[in-house]
């Protein structure tokens, strides 16, 4: 085999493990936890399905890989809880770590371009690194929601912290962020978020 092909075989081989890492977050109908990939498919789709809401005109495409490659570290790095503030302290340490292993499986020039869009997403900088961003939140909030906020409940999540993530959602997207901001209302007058 051309040893370019061997390369990226192994990148798509290696990035499978991304199905096994658990997020705190539950599928709709009280389902099991749901998994890093099938939480990246769903922003993914959500970026296409919504793009009409973005803020700014975004090259759908980017947005889309974004969304899928943004979570691949987390095979080396595990999911970090959003509201973990003992994670969060050194979570850009073991995502680097990750990063660089886990795309220098790939042929050097789609490692130096899925790093780029890597950083891109997490400087949220670019309006498509905005928009996804906006799903990254939306997303995992949707479901909750959809649970009856059971994954706030279970962590006792506090609003002033919730509200401060979501700022990334008005980045990407103020009529998303208007939702989103209905959506908490209803959930901290149903008690689901302290």
């Not at 700014?56 to 889309?64: L, N, Q, S, Y």
């Not at 789609?110 to 891109?120: C, H, M, P, T, V």
């Not at 649970?147 to 959602?169: C, F, P, V």
Request: proline share 2%.
């Amino acid at each position: 085999m051309e040893e370019r092909l061997k390369k990226q075989m192994e990148f798509a081989l290696e990035i499978d493990k991304e199905k096994n890492i658990l997020r705190q977050t539950h599928l709709s109908g009280f389902g099991r936890r749901e998994n890093d990939a099938e939480h990246a498919w769903h922003m993914a789709i959500m970026a296409y399905l919504l793009k009409e809401y973005a803020n700014e005109p975004v090259d759908i495409a980017k947005t889309m890989i974004m969304c899928l490659i943004h979570d691949v570290v987390e095979i080396d790095a595990g999911d970090t809880y959003a509201y973990d503030e003992e994670g969060l302290k050194d979570q850009k340490e073991r995502e680097d770590a990750a990063k660089e292993r886990i795309y220098s499986l790939l042929p050097d020039d789609q490692k130096e371009e899925l790093i780029a869009l890597f950083d891109e997403f997490e400087e949220g900088k670019s309006p498509e690194a905005r928009f996804a961003k906006a799903m990254d939140n939306l997303q995992p909030l949707m479901l909750n929601h959809s649970n009856n906020g059971g994954d706030w409940k279970e962590h006792k999540a506090k609003k002033e912290k919730i509200y401060k993530r979501q700022e990334r959602t008005k980045l990407g997207s103020e009529i998303l962020y208007q939702l989103t901001d209905q959506i908490l209302k209803e959930n901290i007058e149903k008690g689901n978020i302290e």
